[in-house]
């Protein structure tokens, strides 16, 4: 009996024992420098991939959709949503050393905001920042999550302008040298330190050269693009993608030759979405005619995806419009996206002709990614709203008041959605817990390293 | 233009135009044999371009064969056939395209859709009819993203699935770009530019309608553009100066060949020959043009023609010399013939001419010589003839005038020698009246042999400067006094003077002019036994001076007046006929000229002519 209770415990022990180093193996280890690739600038906007590891917003997300307290702490709403007081989070400092305060909190939000913002007016009120509008703000509170009114330090508590991104996020700039962005761990910062040391942003990397750093070990998360994602998969790359984040849509002008609506509609008929879908896109996102993803809303059915060049001739009307210039956003799945609908126009009777991005602004239609910034529906759409130009406050609450406002939206044909689009990223084998935020930012400050001391 | 100018003009003429026409005959030959070697030069290099073209085609279909049969694209045409998605494919013809170093590369599914185009990546699912193309290279007109057109050497390969299978699972339009730099990849020859002519726009949209399809272009009605032609080194400057030639080849289906003057100047043009590329439906999709310089083959001619030149001025230079020798010695015996024949009409009858040779000319030398010896004997008969007929003449007036007082002489001489008969007183009276009868003859006789003197010994000319007023003026004061004499029968002549206020220079003898005035007024006042006027003019008549003495006396009939300067002729009953003769020997020995204007019953006018005395004279 006593052997039996003996040899029990020994056992107990032994698979004490050997559990020990699996349980070691699943604790993130504090240490390490992070290596990134990344084929645009880190703070490009909207998800410039360094904005999240180096600033912070008033709010933040959470996967459902709702905002959680960031730099601000708590706030209230008064006058029926024309009026937001955000209190600001006590103890925050920037990666100089100065003191958050509202003022710098106003003078930031005023530097990234100066038109086209869902507030009127905005105040530094003690150590609250007050936000006021003409109209309501309902959804102000998700609206600040975005990456857009992330808090950067304006000017230095010397009264200079700072020489770099200086934020309150887990990492704070070191230095950029040689095409690496270097953030090293900030040690103080309010929502603690990062698991990593330090990351090193390796910028404008080809996608090529980025697999190929992964695949020798040199990178530990690089970018797959949306229409290689498939490829990536079958290369056997750890692929972290997101749902749809990003919508692809073409902007139509309303001026010109386009002013005359049934061309607008004739063009959005023509267009074939599923090829976009199937080919260039790989099958990835899902096909869409409305503003928001199905998933969000449950409403996008609504809008029909289907191409119909008869209906698009008949627009037309025997109508020759002069040739129209096509411009698309920089990268060659955008500019080959850009061609097939320039095709798919043609057949529709018009001629296009596909420029560079630098001549966007002066091109009758553009085709463009807008970002998801919020998983709440009403917030996601007055963002993507204020994004195409159409800025118009969402007060729906209701999918089918929500469901109207993008009817309404989209009935001029001004701005066409054609696909949601995922984000994705290939990690290596040593980073672990990496997980992307709902806007589809992987979420550095929360993943650690396997080798890590 | 004398003989021998005609001779040395006929002559030069004549040689100058052979030299001309045989120079032009060389010339035009020569240039033929240069443009007949310029088109053989030409259309070797055609020849040979025609073969690097088909040697190119080769390289293409060469190039797709390779594609084809790779292991990669067997793999895709079989799991493509398996999975029929064509998504993962979207950018293969980009990879294979460039491995193969292809411009165009399209590889197309079974049902016709492109299923991946290298040149068009967005154009994935449309249709592409060349992928059914008879042909092993073939040309095509490729539509590009950029709205533009390329022109492009194809050639398309079925791909199966297994090696068993039948079927094609796709095929590749594998192609390169015929553009500038494929024109420069030919090998070109020194001088020779090769141009391609396409309806492919370079620009874009200026094919903003063209068809997705890859149906040949209606390039037989489209208007020439010159930015359309290319060469090496990009657009052509003289593009427009080759549109005949590419419009001949664009519309006859043919290879047209010329001459272009890209200039004003001749060394400044090209033989071109321009040749039609067509697709495979036999449509003309562009037109090369191989244009070789004529600058040396033209220096060439211009150095020959040049000589050409040199030659033949100098040939005519040596022809106009020979031309002047030849004239020269054919015209001079004419010369001297026509010299001598001057001399004859001269009254030189003395004059020979050299006799040379045995030729015609030399003949007409011996006859003009005889004939002028012949002449210049018969001369000297005819002097001796006229010798003795003046002489009978002077023998027959002498007798004529001697026998008139000699008869009265011998009837006064006989009643003398009767008279003695007579009584004393008789006698004396007959005596006296026959003595003073013989005194008027003899003095008769005096008078007729001092007229015979003066006409023998007419003096020469004591030449001096007078005025012809003072002249007549001489006359006038000399006369008019007689004339106004009472009681004599010439108190019935009124005289009247008519004389110029101008000087009338004259270079003369004054004492025979004023005779043969004298003369003149003498015989007018003879004119007019019945009284009349007597008019005295003097006027000057450019370089001459006119002397005029007029009357109005019964006048002279035409056979008169032929025959009143003739001597020894007179219309007077008692006169000599030597009066007017002697007054047109001193006209004569004046330079001057005397003529009569009468008529009958309308009295006489005497007109003397004589030149003015000039500024050397005075």
Redesign the interface.
Known sequence: MRWTVLRRFAISCFVALLALPATARTRPHYGGTLRVEIEGEPWQRPRGLARRMVLDGLTTMNADGTARPALAVDWKSENDNHRWQFRLRPGVHFHDGSPLTSPSVVASLNAVCGTNCPWTAIHAVGSSVVFTSDSPMPNLPELLAADEYLVALTVASDGTTPAGVVGTGPFQVTGFMNGVLMLTANDSSWQGRPFADAVELHVHRSIRDQWLDLSIGRADLVEVPVEQL??AQQQRLTVVASPPVTLLALSVTDSGALGNPKLRAAIALAVDRS?LY???F??QGEVTASLLPAALTGYSFFFPTERDLNKAHELRGGLTPP?LTLAAEGDPAMQ??A??I??NL??AGF?V??VNAGAAQHADLFLRRLPLESSQPQAALESMLRGAGLAAPVLEQTPAGLYRIERDSLESHTLIPLLDLPRAYAVGGRIRDLHLSPDGTPQLAAASLEDAP | MNLRQKLLLLLSLTVAAVVAAVAWTVLVRIRQVFEQRDQEETALFVSQFQREFQHRSAEVAAAVDRIAAGERVRSMAFEFVQSG????Y?TEAQTLAQEAQLDFLEIVGPDGNVVSSAQ???????PEPAATATRTTFLKSEDL???TTALGLFAVRAVNRTESATEPAVHLIGGKRLDQTFLADLPVAPGMQICLYSDASPN??QN??AS?TTAPPTSSTAAFDPKRLVGTGGAVVDAARYQSLIEAARETGQPSSGILYLTGRREDSVSATAIPLKSETEGVLAVLTVAISRSGMVAAQQHIRSIAYGVAAGGILLAILASLWIAARVSRPIEQLALAAEQVAAGNWETRVPERGHDEVSVLARSFNHMTGQLASQRDRLVQSERVAAWRELARRLAHELKNPLFPLQLTVENLVRARELPAAEFDEVFRESTQTLGMEIANLKTIIARFSDFSRMPKPQLERIDARDLVERVRSLYEGSASVAGQEEANIRFEVEVSSEPMPLSADSELLHRALSNLVLNAMDAMPKGGTLTLSAKPHGDQVELRVADTGEGLTPEECERLFTPYYTTKQHGTGLGLAIVQSVVADHAGAIAVQSRPGGGAIFVITLPKAGEAAS
């Open positions: 498939r490829q090829a199937n080919v260039i790989q099958k040739p080959l996206a061609q097939r320039a095709l043609r057949e001629t002709q596909v | 998605d064509a998504a993962p979207l068009w990546p967005a154009r994935f699912g449309y993203p950029d709205g874009p949209g903003s309608s997705l």
